[in-house]
């Protein structure tokens, strides 16, 4: 997000307002997609553009600095201090001012962490290793922009001392570049193969970017031979157009790669996705692009008319701040509401980002260009840097809001060997089945078998605090999203069918008391598992001469994360009460399948628990156990916490153990 430093005395170096221009079409791009991405699909290609400007203006600085002697590294990083630093410092201040009053324990403790990264400009490498840039929980990650900040800024740090110790050697500053910019590229085509996401936020599958603006640069500012490239290729496009006065003929190049440049961009806006394997060989549609107009030159008629207008150059100049604002405002109010925006709200903020944007370009950034406080801003990028990270360090200071002390928002951990892809399994990265299958059972004389998903090894902790009062072992096998449905061909899981295949297989050789089946059976509302083949199931166990087969129904599913459900409703209300119960948005389905569930064990000779007489009534279900003072029921959306856990199982033991 660089620009050109007014400050630096440059002798071929000129203001070019239609980069402001295309600054404008690339922050327009960016905010767009941010703010509508089924509109405006591609728009993170704004981020390409911004890459090959920057590129393109640091190295014309660098370059030239060194051609007339006049370039000091100290200088240099003085200047992009002054530059970047009082901009983003004061967003990330703010971030963490607001985060304090408004975002949960895990929630601040994550931006503290992103604040840490930013002001030590490694979000890139932080973000590399959660998720991918379009994965839908970077949509409450405040500071998730920082990454291409962050990538330009290791380039500052690189880039000048190669281009000086090049210069030094007489090397051919092109030739360098060229070299250098070939290699990232040829790196980021073979990793967009293998790990999209290293490709995305890896500064090595991205150098290439920056490194053709750098070319350009290398290009333009060889002046002599650039007029005469620029001759030459004028006299054979008159040859070949029939005698044309060679300016002519350029003249009608330029105007030509410009148009050029300006489909690609619009292009790549509109049929570049986030299922294209991104940036790979698309970002060539951009980066050229870029170059095409930034090489035609200021005066072809797009660069002159469109993109040098007044309200694009504007635009421009508040380009670096505007990107700043934009997504922690969109990224906070959907933490605070805690679902998607609609669309009047998403247009009212980024309105508000352009307002904060113009703000910070006229009291903050030009003032401090100008000052001599690039030391005190590097002392406060420091500070900055180590409160975030204190922040992290203390979980976010929970003690934040007394009245929430009862509701853990830490998250459900299931804690032990069966966590640990032993008992429960996450087979999403191909680990072998029941690798260590003695550790899920306890040899007892009497033996529960707990089978089911995510949502059956969230009763563990119960059923553990259960063994310690009642005479019997537990054995435990769950499967993330497979639930517990013999004969079931899931195309997306294929390993499903092998883990009830082998369950029952273990069921045989083991013959426990009692088999509990449970899952997330409001999934099967409307019809994402075939639930009518848990009889399958039944019949399966019963053939084996199991005792007893026990369904347990559905519990509470809030639809959203049931901690934020809490917060917003404490923010919400003016003496900051926490209602007792709520009614889950998925209630209607969840009675659907009790009621199916129920259906369905009587016929096939199964007992049946309704889990949803114990949570709920006509009030809604409780979000908190103990008298509305307790810990809360679901440590996520819909998983039962520990305390959850424990407590529903002991609500139910009489039913598991008399009869």
């Known amino acids: 997000m660089a620009i050109s430093d007014k400050s630096v005395p440059l002798t071929l170096i000129k203001y070019r307002s239609d980069i402001d221009g295309l600054r404008a079409i690339a922050i327009l791009s960016v905010v767009g997609f941010h703010a509508f991405p089924s509109w405006v699909t591609g728009g993170f290609i704004g981020v390409d553009i911004f890459f090959v400007i920057s590129g393109f203006l640091i190295s014309t600085i660098i370059i030239d600095g060194l051609k007339h002697d006049t370039f000091s590294f100290f200088g240099f990083y003085c200047r992009r201090i002054k530059r970047i630093f009082p901009a983003l410092l004061l967003v990330l201040i703010t971030l963490l001012i607001l985060g304090w009053f408004i975002l949960l ?175 790979g060989w698309w970002a060539l549609l951009p980066v050229l692009g870029t170059v095409l107009i930034i090489s035609s030159g200021q005066e072809t008629y797009l660069n002159r008319k469109f993109l040098s207008n007044r309200v694009l150059v504007w635009l ?52 401090l260009r100008a000052s001599n406080f690039a030391f005190p801003l590097l002392c406060v990028m420091v500070f900055t840097g180590w409160l975030g990270f204190h922040i992290y360090g203390k979980k976010g200071f929970p003690g934040r809001f007394p009245e929430l002390k009862s509701i853990d928002v830490t998250g459900y951990e299931f804690g032990g060997e069966w966590k640990m892809h032993t008992c429960y399994l996450q087979l999403d990265k191909g680990d072998k089945l029941f690798p260590n299958r003695s550790k899920c059972i306890e040899q007892h004389k009497h033996i529960i078998f707990l089978w089911g998903d995510s949502f059956a090894a969230a009763l563990y902790p119960g059923l553990n605090s259960l063994e310690r009062s009642r005479d019997f072992g537990i054995a435990f096998f769950a499967a993330n999203s497979c639930p517990p449905l013999l004969g079931w061909d899931n195309p997306s899981r294929p390993f499903c069918k092998e883990i009830n295949d082998r369950n029952l297989k273990t069921i045989k050789e083991i013959m426990p008391d009692i088999v509990l089946l449970h899952a997330n059976w409001t999934a099967t509302i409307p019809n994402s598992y075939p639930i009518e083949m848990l009889a399958n199931t039944i019949i399966g166990l019963k053939k084996l001469g199991v005792p007893r087969v026990i369904i347990l129904g559905p519990v509470p599913v809030w639809g959203e994360k049931l901690s934020e459900i809490l917060f917003s409703r404490f923010k919400a209300d003016p003496f900051h009460r926490i209602p007792e119960r709520i009614k889950p948005n998925q209630e209607r389905s969840m009675i659907s399948a009790s009621q199916l569930l129920e259906v369905i064990a009587k016929k096939a000779g199964a007992e049946y628990i309704q889990s949803y007489d114990y949570f709920c009534n006509d009030e809604g279900c409780l979000d908190r156990i103990g008298d509305g003072k307790g810990s809360i029921v679901s440590a996520d959306n819909a998983h039962l916490s520990v305390f959850a856990s424990e407590w529903f199982l002991k609500q139910i033991q009489n039913k598991l153990f008399e009869r």
């Open 105 to 279: 324990a895990d929630d601040y403790s994550l931006l503290g962490k992103h604040v840490a990264g930013g002001a030590g400009f490694i979000s890139n490498f932080l973000l590399w290793n959660e998720s991918g840039y379009f994965d839908n929980a970077v949509g409450t990650k405040p500071l998730l922009h920082l990454w291409s900040l962050c990538i330009e800024e290791q380039f500052y740090i690189f880039w000048p001392l190669l281009l000086w110790i090049a210069s030094k050697r007489r090397l051919s500053l092109l030739k360098f570049a060229v070299m250098l910019g070939l290699f990232s590229f040829v790196l980021n085509a073979v990793k967009i193969q293998s790990d999209k996401v290293a490709a995305f936020y890896s500064p090595q599958t991205r150098f290439w970017e920056l490194m053709v603006g750098a070319g350009l640069a290398c290009i333009i500012l060889n002046k002599q031979k650039f007029i005469n490239l620029k001759y030459r290729f004028g006299a054979w496009l008159s040859d070949v157009g029939g005698g044309q006065e060679p300016e002519i003929a350029l003249k009608i190049l330029v105007e030509v790669l410009s148009a050029v440049g300006a489909v690609l961009l619009v292009t790549s806006v509109y049929i570049i996705s986030e299922k294209n394997l991104f940036p």
């Open 316 to 367: 421009g100049l508040i380009s670096y701040p505007l990107y700043l604002w934009h997504w922690p405002l969109l990224s906070l109010a959907r933490i605070a509401e805690g679902h998607e925006l609609n669309a009047v709200i998403r247009i009212a903020i980024v309105l508000l980002s352009a307002v904060l944007a113009w703000l910070t370009y006229k009291v903050i950034e030009n003032p």
